[in-house]
């Protein structure tokens, strides 16, 4: 545990010194294994103008257990759970995946991506995936609507 938290305050301070636009994380207690995380919605995507709220949670085993992230603010989005646990399904999060050279910076760049780009082949929400394949318009007008209505 020492050397996760070791490691995770190398990494905390690495994103401090250079911050990324559109992502702000903040530690939630001093053991620094869970992170407050606030993404804005990329300019260019159906997400712009929305402020979402991420949790990040990091395992004792960290780097050799990958993080967990989860949208605490709701989204219409194939690629994030529309239940409480706001579970997201990122490839690199994946046990089977996850890489211990990966970084929490890459994980959070990721998940802003997801917002550009929706990956409906590996979707939580299969409803929402085929509605982004079949009928994109309706997709977008209600994930447009979410972020007005949940993503102030």
């Given at each position: 545990?020492?050397?996760?938290?070791?490691?995770?305050?190398?990494?905390?301070?690495?994103?401090?010194?250079?911050?990324?636009?559109?992502?702000?994380?903040?530690?939630?207690?001093?053991?620094?294994f869970?992170?407050?995380?606030?993404?804005?919605?990329?300019?260019?995507?159906?997400?712009?103008?929305?402020?979402f709220?991420?949790?990040?949670?990091?395992?004792?085993?960290?780097?050799?257990?990958?993080?967990?992230?989860?949208?605490?603010?709701?989204?219409?989005?194939?690629?994030?759970?529309?239940?409480?646990?706001?579970?997201?399904?990122?490839g690199?999060?994946?046990?089977?995946?996850?890489?211990?050279?990966?970084?929490?910076?890459?994980?959070?760049?990721?998940?802003?991506?997801?917002?550009?780009?929706?990956?409906?082949?590996?979707?939580?929400?299969?409803?929402?995936?085929?509605?982004?394949?079949?009928?994109?318009?309706?997709?977008?007008?209600?994930?447009?609507?979410?972020?007005?209505?949940?993503?102030?």
């Amino acid at each position: 545990m020492a050397q996760a938290a070791k490691r995770i305050t190398r990494e905390y301070g690495e994103i401090e010194a250079n911050p990324v636009a559109g992502i702000s994380i903040r530690p939630i207690d001093e053991d620094m294994f869970k992170w407050n995380i606030e993404l804005t919605g990329p300019k260019d995507s159906i997400y712009a103008g929305g402020t979402f709220k991420l949790l990040l949670t990091l395992p004792a085993n960290y780097p050799f257990k990958p993080p967990i992230l989860s949208f605490q603010t709701k989204i219409y989005h194939p690629n994030v759970s529309n239940d409480d646990k706001g579970s997201m399904c990122l490839g690199i999060l994946r046990s089977d995946q996850w890489k211990p050279s990966c970084k929490i910076m890459a994980v959070l760049e990721m998940a802003r991506g997801l917002l550009l780009e929706p990956n409906p082949d590996d979707a939580v929400e299969t409803t929402i995936a085929e509605q982004f394949k079949t009928d994109k318009s309706q997709f977008e007008k209600n994930a447009k609507q979410w972020v007005k209505q949940y993503a102030k």
